[in-house]
C-alpha cells in the first residue's frame, strides 16, 4: 500500500540504523510514547539494530492501558443493565476492571457490542428507540474528534437515547508530569504522530522549553522510528533541544483545525485518572455542560467508585518507562493476554502484550 | 487505538450534509467520514482512524522526504551491511 510500504523498506530502515549506530558517542535513553510505535518497534526487532547504549522506553500511549479501573467498573454495571446495550471498540472488552472485563459480561448476556467506529453507536441509537445505547468512548486527542462527533451528530438529530462514558486522556500533561518527576531517566521523546496530526506541534514546542528536552514527532513504520531515534540522536549527541517533525505526510504545525474545533466544541479539559498513574492536573477531557444530558454518569447517576489494582501488577512503573514488562514476576506466567492481570497485557498496544507476542517472553517454564 | 492506515479516496459523496468517500486500503474499500478534511478531493491519499479521515497525505512532503531517505539508503548500504537483517 503505498505511503505504508515504502516505510517498511528494508534497506532504508538499515541504512538508518547504521547511522544511528555510527553517531551514538555515549547512553542515552528515549522513550516512544505511543502503544502504537512500541509495537512496530517489537515486531521488527527495531531496538536490537540500535547500539546496546541507546535504550528505548516504552510510553504512557496505550489509552486502553491508562483507562482507569473504575470506568471498566462503570461500563459493566451499566452493559448489565437490561434496556442498556454498551458499544466499544473492541480492545476494551478483554481489559480487567475490578472484577470481571466486558467480555465475561457479554457472555453472561449483557448486550455489548463492538465497533470500529463511534458513529456505529448513532446509527444504533437511531434504529434502537426502545433501548438506552451508552458508547464507551476512550482515547487519546486521535480518537476524541470522532467520538465527540457521535455526541455532535447525536444532538444535532435530537437523540435522546445515546450517551457516552468519556475516559479521554491528553498527551503533553503526561510528558510533563514524566519529566517532573524525579525518577525520570528519559532524555528524548518521539511524540505520537497520530496525536499531533490532530492537535499540531506547539504544545510540544512549550514542553521543548521548559524542561530542555529534544521532542521529534513520528511515525509509526519501521523507517519512520528510525529516522525519528536518528534525529533525537544528533541532537542529543550536539548538546540541543529542539521541537523536529519527522512525519512531515501527516503532521503540520497547527493539526487539524476542523477536528480540534468539534473537539472544543463537545469537550473541555479537565483533571483526569490514569490507570497505574494515578490523577494527572488538567490531562483529560469531558463533556462540556451543554452536552451533560450525553453525559453516561449523569444519565445513570453513577457513584463515583474507587477501587484497586492486582497488588502483583506493574504496569504502572511499565508505563512510566521505569521498567520493563520482562521484569514483572508474573509476565508470561500468571499474567498472559489469554489470563490478563493488567491492562497493558490485554490491548495490542500495550507494552506486555507486544512482549509477548513477539519474542520477548524469556520465563523459564 | 492510534492506529490510522492510509487509503486512496475513489469517490467522494454528500449525503445528508455529511460528507464522506469510499476509500480504498490495498484490496478492501470502506466508506470514511470527511468531516475534519474538507478539502478532500478524488484521488488523494488520506490517513483513517476509527473511520474518520484525519489527514490529507502532503504528497509533496512525502515524495521529498522518501527521496532523501533513498538517497540515503544507496550511499549508506555498505555500511549497513555490517548489521543484522530485519526480520
Known sequence: MKYLDE?????????????INQRTTQPWVLMEICGGQTHTIMRYGLDD????NLELVHGPGCPVCVTPLETIDKAIELAARPDVILVSYGDMLRVPGSRSDLFRAKAQGADVRITYSPMEAVTIARSRPDRKIVFLAIGFETTAPANAMAAWQAKREGLTNLSLLVSHVLVPPAIRALM?????????FIAPGHVCTIMGCSEYDSLVQDFQVPIVVGGFEPVDLFQSVLMLVKQLEAGEAKLENQYVRSVSYQGNLPAQKIMTDVFEIADQKWRGLGVIPQSGLRLRKEYASYDANLKFELQELCVDEPAECISAQVLQGLKKPTDCPVFGMRCTPE????APMVSSEGACAAYYHYRRHSVAV | MCLAIPGQIIEVQEMGGLRSARVRFGGIVRRVNLSFVPEAANGDYVMVHVGFAISLIDRLEAERTYQLLQEMGGIEEELASAIPDLP
Open chain 1, 7 to 19: 516505510y517498511r523498506e528494508e534497506h532504508i530502515a538499515k541504512a538508518l540504523a547504521a547511522e
Open chain 1, 49 to 52: 539494530l540500535l547500539p546496546a
Open chain 1, 180 to 188: 517532573a518527576s524525579s525518577s525520570n531517566r528519559v532524555q528524548g
Open chain 1, 339 to 342: 489470563n490478563p492481570l493488567g
